[in-house]
């Protein structure tokens, strides 16, 4: 060490280290200790110090046990460090490091005090704590979201079949043949019904004279009456949207009942009363159909949600399943018997290409079937039917290529944006695509989060590309280039295993 | 007499909804429309006058790109956007930190209800900043009436406000 160096250590001052620095008496007074001490205390930062650090400990026991790990760490040849000592100053808690040692008279050995550094470590102690409380609760939580998913699973299931019930007795067909029908016809079925209940109404009307009229029914209520002809027969340019036109037909229907049943008896044309009531009858019961058919695909939409979900949620608290050998035509059959169901009440058809090709693949059989069922609810959710004589289709094609097993899925309808996928926006955790919420077609942001991650576990990866199934026809600057129609291929590729 | 005309702002009344709208296209009391996103909200909002408005706190923002870039900044969230919010700010506080803008100028806090899944709780304070006094939340068990329930409030308090300036 050069001279001047020599002179700088030697005039060194402890106190003056950007540390906390002390030196207590064995009964903890302060024999000396610099301004970072004083500030953690709140002690004067200049002059004497008439307090001693006993005070300062939260739990007054905890000193002696740590003079006593001071002493046994002396014996060991090394020093007290990284202590963690809760100390209370006024009404605020401080959490301290410590590293200490004894100091002693070199000629009896005794103990004349102790000399230490302390550290501040308030702040990742209570960021610690917090998250520790954090943890504990996300893992109650994993577990609890598991019990209260599956409890709702069979609250949909009972809800699914009370609907199939329901629409069984409105539409006196088998609940399969009665999801077999497009909604597009059953509204033009509707509307021809409005359009009967609305010449109905015109000729009660028509063959009524004022003074029966004024007899049977007051005038507010006439005028109630005939005020829905116009509206049951443009019902299709007054309720824009099929969607909603089966509840504000259904609704108009009941209360023309209920009117009707207000009518004077014996006063009217009987036959002409009954012809509303009739037509009403069959609107309010083809329109319940349609609404309940609506309703029952969005819970068997929600049911499937809520399994993935439950899934997702709960795939780290879940017993350790081992990766096994998989065959791919198996995974993928699985993953479309999960999903039948939906794709029936959602009349959307699955079409397999590649029907005989078979590889293996090295996984978690569970985990890879979610993926999967979770890339297929999506493609049949935001399928569009694009032929007038054909129902919506899907296509899956299972192929092999560079080392790789892939799943693709095909379909047609709901556009993803590009910036959605080059940002990674879609693969965010509940990220829902822009268009996603187009025809009802809820997303719930966990499909290709969780499907992604799959891959990756599994050493693959996922693809996406939308592009307009007429490329040219609209161009991207049109604010209508995103309601046309796109060719939407998700693909998931995973490695082969090895043949044996 | 002109009937009152409405507009509802929300993009779920098209499908979970559905069955709250029933009355109002075929019942004759009211000029409805619907809005699903901000842009349109705001393209209705500008044709022309509504006695009642009723706003959801959860929208997306529709093609407008000033709305869209509000929207991204939040991540493409409708949770945490809360453009429902920000509109009906940018309406009755004309702030253009929010959308450069001007609103049109006719809109007034008692024409406004807010009918949403967030609580009071959440969005009071909002709420009262912007004097919108007609709220509801959305949770199972409301009657199919409750949006004629929310237009009548609406109506009924423009009325009284009427009367008493009339004072």
């Not at chain 1, 409105?170 to 909604?183: M, S, V, W």
Request: with cysteine; glycine share 6%.
């Amino acid at each position: 060490m050069d001279p001047q160096h020599l002179a700088i250590a030697h005039e060194l001052n402890i106190l003056d280290l950007p540390i906390g620095v002390y030196v207590v008496a064995p009964d903890g007074r302060f024999l000396a200790c610099n301004r970072s001490v004083r500030a953690m205390f709140n002690l004067p930062l200049e002059g004497d110090i008439r307090a001693s650090i006993s005070q300062f400990y939260a739990d007054s026991k905890a000193r002696n046990e740590l003079l006593r790990k001071a002493t046994e760490a002396e014996a060991r040849g090394a020093y007290l460090e990284k202590e963690i000592i809760p100390f209370r100053v006024g009404d605020r808690k401080l959490y301290l490091e410590d590293y200490c040692k004894p100091l002693r008279d070199p000629a009896t050995r005794d103990i004349i005090g102790y000399v230490g550094c302390l550290v501040d470590v308030t702040a990742e102690q209570e960021a610690e704590k917090r998250e520790s409380k954090l943890q504990k609760r996300v893992e109650e939580l994993t577990f609890d979201i598991g019990r209260i998913l599956h409890a709702n699973t069979g609250t949909l299931l009972m809800a699914q079949q009370t609907l199939d019930g329901v629409a069984e007795a409105l539409g006196q067909h088998t609940i399969k043949e009665l999801i077999a029908a497009p909604l597009e016809e059953r509204d033009e079925q509707l509307l021809k019904e409005a359009a009967l209940l609305a010449n109905a109404i015109d000729k009660l009307a028509q063959a009524t004279d004022p003074e029966r009229r004024r007899h049977a029914l007051s005038e507010a209520k006439w005028d109630a009456l005939t005020g829905k002809i116009a509206p049951l027969r443009q019902a299709r340019d007054v309720v824009p949207g099929m969607e909603m036109r089966a509840p504000a037909l259904r609704t108009t229907a009941h209360q023309i009942t209920a009117i009707c049943q207000d009518m004077s008896p014996g006063v009217l044309a009987r036959e002409l009363v009954r012809e509303v009531m009739r037509a009403a009858a069959q609107l309010e019961s083809s329109a319940c159909l349609v609404d309940v058919l609506m309703t029952r695909t969005a819970i068997i939409q929600m049911d499937s949600t809520l399994r993935s979900l439950r899934d997702f949620i709960t795939a780290d608290v879940r017993t350790y399943e081992p990766k096994k050998r998989l065959s791919v035509k198996q995974l993928t059959d699985q993953a479309i018997t999960q999903i039948a169901e939906f794709a029936r009440s959602s009349r959307v058809d699955i079409v397999r290409r590649d029907r005989d090709f078979d590889t293996s693949v090295e996984g978690v059989e569970r985990d890879l079937v979610r993926a999967l069922s979770n890339l297929l609810h999506n493609a049949i959710k935001y399928s569009w039917r694009r032929d007038r004589a054909k129902a919506p289709w899907l296509t899956i094609r299972t192929y092999a290529r560079e080392g790789m097993a892939c799943v693709e899925f095909e379909n047609w309808g709901v556009p993803i944006a590009q910036d959605e996928i080059e940002q990674g926006l879609i693969f965010q955790l509940g990220y829902r695509g822009k268009w996603s919420k187009d025809r009802g077609r809820l997303g719930t942001g966990i499909g290709l989060t969780d499907a992604r991650r799959t891959a990756q576990t599994h050493y693959g990866n996922l693809r996406v590309a939308s592009r307009p199934s007429n490329p040219g026809w609209v161009r991207p600057e049109d604010p209508n280039y995103y309601n046309q129609p796109f060719v939407t291929t998700v693909t998931f590729c995973i490695p082969e295993a090895l043949k044996k | 007499m002109k009937k009152p005309s409405v507009l509802w702002i929300e993009d779920s009344a098209r499908f979970e909804l559905r069955n709250l709208v029933g009355q109002l296209f075929f019942g004759g009391k009211y000029d409805f429309n619907l809005a699903e996103d901000v842009t349109s909200a705001i393209d209705h909002l500008r044709a022309r006058e509504y006695d009642a408005v009723i706003v959801d706190i959860r929208l997306p923002p529709g093609i407008d790109p000033d709305w869209r870039k509000l929207y991204q900044q939040t991540g493409f969230d409708r949770v945490h956007a809360q453009l429902g919010l920000k509109l009906l700010r940018w309406l009755l506080t004309k702030d253009n930190s929010i959308h450069p803008a001007e609103p049109p100028e006719w809109i007034k806090p008692h024409q406004i209800a807010v009918f949403t899944v967030e609580s009071k709780g959440e969005i009071r304070q909002h709420l009262d900043e912007l004097g919108i006094t007609v709220f509801r939340q959305k949770s199972a068990g409301l009657r199919d009436t409750i949006l004629l329930e929310l237009i009548d409030e609406i109506l009924m308090r423009a009325q009284a406000d009427a009367s008493v300036s009339a004072l």
